[in-house]
């Protein structure tokens, strides 16, 4: 359903009124930032000495080093969580009772287990003097347990005849996994995969409570070791390092929306999952209404 | 097994506060959700606009960031010296209302389009097909989403811990400190955790349950 369903085309009275409604609405918002951006001002946040502190390369450098500490664990976590989800998600699918029941167990409690928790545990309990492992780690366990579900949901989602015909020409269980209903999964959720590393780039961030030095950690430490005019530039770094973090997330996501709608335009049988979105909720998987990935009824090439 | 009886008063408090601003911090989040998802279908372009930037900024900033924006930008242009609590919450509801928005927005989508036409040609305005025609039948679509979403709420409030928030993080970090063996503060505090997303999940179930309705 359209927006459009929901009222008229406006007719002229309708039109004013949108019109006025527009002018107020915008105003307010306008309103809204400005005073905020003048309480700022007048406290002395915004002035032009706060900012210069980037025009120094040594702050530059810090900055480029969080860029690249908050990379190398997404990077470690990416490929963690992605082999992760691949080993627990054959493992749910497993024929043998005792794989099939681990598997479910780890995901279910480490998936309901916040991730805050496990990774501060890890890095007290066993990685006190590698945060950067230990922040991987939590990640890895955490969004590979994500993974391993969306993983699942596409591999249920490929036609049951595409595992049949496999078995009937002699290939094996490993075969057919990896052969067959795999690179098909994989190719469907790929929009999903990627949302979900979204998160998990948004989920670097939590470094900054196990004093791992990345990005976020970065920015207190340059706002709370440069003085300038008698304060800290907390405003100005945060704007800045909030900006950056944005930006790497929106790259990122636009890149699952340009594969998805690629994925649409191939000619295969496969339909790709919704429109990616870093959905914070993984447990959306679990709707009733069966696996939000590819619909069933695809379109028959 | 001591880790938890010789601390047990902190613990309850870390307790009552995880549930405390779960509980305020939903309220915010379901509030404004709503609010930004009517914006984000209404007739008025600016608001729409408003709706769309809302979404896509704050589900694209690290919960981490925003609680660093609210705890050294925001008493900067409000007034300093705000509770801990209250920032944490109003962080914590702000990062959710665009995920609220979203399932809302999607939910609004599910309703069959007869509905909104036929509340049109009653006469009904925008406001009012939404609100009396749109949204109740929207909601029996938006219950599971909207489990997921607090389930999740509740697990993204540890980090609120870390920012000296009384709750169950805050509880682990000094068991901690004080030089217990994190392994069964771990699990005290992950049990901690199942109780409040187990009882989000069942009370999710029954109101499914109570809203269900043969279509």
């Not at chain 2, 601003?21 to 914006?39: D, E, M, P």
């Not at chain 2, 709420?153 to 009384?166: D, E, H, M, R, Y």
Request: aromatic letters at 10%.
């Amino acid at each position: 359903m359209s927006a459009s369903v929901l009222y008229d085309a406006p007719g002229p009275k309708a039109v004013v009124r949108n019109r006025v409604y527009a002018v107020v609405g915008s105003l307010a918002i306008v309103a809204l930032l400005a005073v905020g951006v003048m309480r700022l001002a007048d406290k002395g946040h915004l002035a032009p000495e706060m900012w210069d502190i980037f025009n120094y390369s040594g702050i530059r450098q810090n900055i480029a080093d969080g860029v690249l500490a908050t990379l190398k664990v997404f990077g470690l976590a990416a490929v963690g969580s992605l082999v992760l989800g691949v080993v627990l998600a054959v493992g749910r699918l497993s024929d043998h009772k005792p794989v099939r029941w681990l598997a479910t167990a780890f995901i279910e409690l480490f998936r309901s287990i916040p991730l805050l928790i496990t990774i501060y545990a890890i890095w007290v309990g066993f990685l006190t003097d590698y945060s950067m492992w230990a922040l991987a780690t939590g990640l890895s366990v955490y969004n590979g347990c994500v993974q391993a579900e969306v993983l699942r949901a596409g591999i249920n989602s490929v036609p049951k005849g595409q595992s049949e015909a496999a078995y009937a020409l002699g290939m094996s269980k490993t075969q057919v996994m990896l052969g067959v209903l795999m690179p098909q999964a994989v190719r469907a959720m790929l929009p999903t995969i990627i949302s979900q590393l979204v998160v998990t780039l948004k989920d670097t961030s939590l470094g900054y409570i196990i004093l791992y030095p990345e990005l976020l950690n970065t920015a207190r430490l340059i706002a709370s070791n440069t003085l300038v005019n008698g304060q800290y530039p907390y405003v100005s770094t945060i704007v800045v390092i909030g900006v950056i973090y944005v930006a790497m997330c929106l790259l990122l996501s636009a890149l699952a929306t340009w594969i998805e709608k690629r994925g649409r335009r191939a000619k295969t049988g496969i339909v790709m999952a919704g429109a990616a979105e870093p959905a914070e909720a993984p447990g959306v998987l679990d709707s009733p209404d069966g696996p939000p990935g590819p619909r069933t009824d695809a379109p028959k090439e | 097994m001591n880790v938890l009886l010789d601390n047990f008063p902190e613990f309850r408090d870390g307790f009552i506060g995880t549930v405390s601003i779960t509980v305020v911090s939903s309220v915010i989040a379901l509030v404004l959700g709503v609010l930004i998802a009517g914006f984000r279908v209404s007739p008025v372009p600016p608001l729409r606009v408003f709706g769309t930037a809302w979404v896509t900024l704050l589900r694209n900033t690290p919960l981490t960031l925003l609680f660093l924006i609210f705890f050294f930008v925001v008493p900067e242009i409000l007034f300093p010296g705000m509770s801990p609590f209250l920032l944490g919450s109003l962080a914590l509801g702000l990062y959710t209302s665009s995920f609220v928005c979203e399932a809302v927005r999607s939910g609004i989508n599910t309703v069959p389009l007869g509905q909104a036409e036929a509340a049109r040609s009653i006469g009904m305005t925008f406001a009012q097909t939404l609100r009396m025609v749109i949204l109740p039948q929207a909601t029996r679509t938006v219950i599971p989403p909207l489990s997921s979403i607090f389930i999740a709420l509740t697990k993204n409030s540890a980090i609120a811990g870390a920012f000296s928030v009384t709750e169950l993080f805050g509880w682990q970090k000094l068991m901690s400190d004080r030089g217990y063996d994190i392994v069964p503060v771990f699990i005290w505090v992950a049990l901690g955790y199942l109780v409040v997303t187990f009882a989000i999940s069942g009370l999710f179930r029954l109101l499914e349950r109570r809203m269900e309705v043969a279509r």
